[in-house]
């Protein structure tokens, strides 16, 4: 079992920047496969990115590609997602979601088992 605590959250005004971090607990980070989510007000939780466990495969939906990007520090227990460009519709509540997984991503919520608490991001136009 793993336990995940998102941070990075904040308010941002349009064109800024923000780096998200999700800290793992447990000892067999390197297994699981890891994404972020969102999910802003009446709406659907919507995939956002994720990694594979060694890292070196990534998928990003079409509405964050070229702005976001996700890492994954496996010696640290903690994956990233720094968010460029930041734009208004990017506002919502941010989780990061974990499943142990061989070497692909995966890209429904359905497919993860573990999530975090949500961290906050607010874009001001």
């Known amino acids: 079992q793993v336990q995940l605590v998102e941070s990075g959250g904040g308010l941002v005004q349009a064109g800024g920047s923000l780096r998200l971090s999700c800290a793992a607990s447990?000892?067999?980070?390197?297994?699981?496969?890891m994404a972020w989510f969102r999910q802003a007000p009446g709406k659907e939780r919507d995939m956002v990115a994720a990694i594979n466990c060694g890292g070196g495969r990534t998928y990003y939906a079409d509405s964050v590609k070229g702005r976001f990007t996700i890492t994954r520090d496996n010696a640290k227990n903690t994956v990233y997602l720094q968010m460029n460009s930041l734009k208004p519709e990017d506002t919502a509540v941010y989780y990061c979601a974990a499943r142990l997984g061989g070497n692909y991503y995966y890209t429904s919520s359905a497919q993860y088992d573990y999530w975090g608490q949500g961290t906050q991001v607010t874009v001001s136009s």
């Open positions: 447990g000892r067999t980070f390197s297994s699981y496969a």
